[in-house]
């Protein structure tokens, strides 16, 4: 459990640690498991290749869990979450091999929203192959 993040003590710019989430095919099968997504673009090569896609590519859900995780981990209570958005602008595409994909991902303190309410908005960079795969991703975060 991460140490409890106080609202006076955190800054507009302080930087959350970077975390890199690994992504294989069996992941994607898990998640699929899971969410009951068993849309063949996230399973199926020759499906994903069919509809214009490079590759099989990871659910956007999956992809938007991975990336809150990095606020989750930092404020070390999902429930301090209060509102948490994205935009979809790349997909993960995740090779058939042993190594699959990786998504990348940091976050900032980007305000100070409500003193009251010590709540913050960080935003998040979520990359994947050198490729920004969540546009406009940020979550208000209430803090003690």
């Known amino acids: 459990m991460a140490a409890e993040i106080k609202y006076a003590d955190v800054e507009v710019g302080t930087e959350l640690p970077e975390q890199v989430f690994p992504v294989t095919r069996a992941t994607l099968v898990q998640y699929a498991g899971a ?3 068993f849309n063949p ?3 199926n090569e020759k499906f994903a290749k069919e509809v214009g896609l490079p590759d099989v590519i990871a659910h956007g859900m999956f992809t938007m869990a991975e990336a809150i995780r990095v606020v989750t981990d930092w ?4 429930g301090a979450v209060v509102e948490y958005g994205v935009r979809f602008t790349k997909p993960v595409v995740v090779p058939n091999d042993d190594e699959g994909a990786t998504i990348e991902v940091s976050g900032k303190v980007a305000a100070k929203l409500d003193d009251e309410a010590r709540t913050v908005r960080v935003d998040l960079l979520a990359r994947s192959a050198g490729q920004k795969v969540l546009g406009m991703s940020r979550a208000v975060v209430r803090l003690a």
Not at 75 to 78: E, I, K, L, N, T
């Open 75 to 78: 404020v070390g209570d999902p």
């Open 35 to 37: 969410s009951g997504d």
């Open 41 to 43: 673009i996230h399973w």
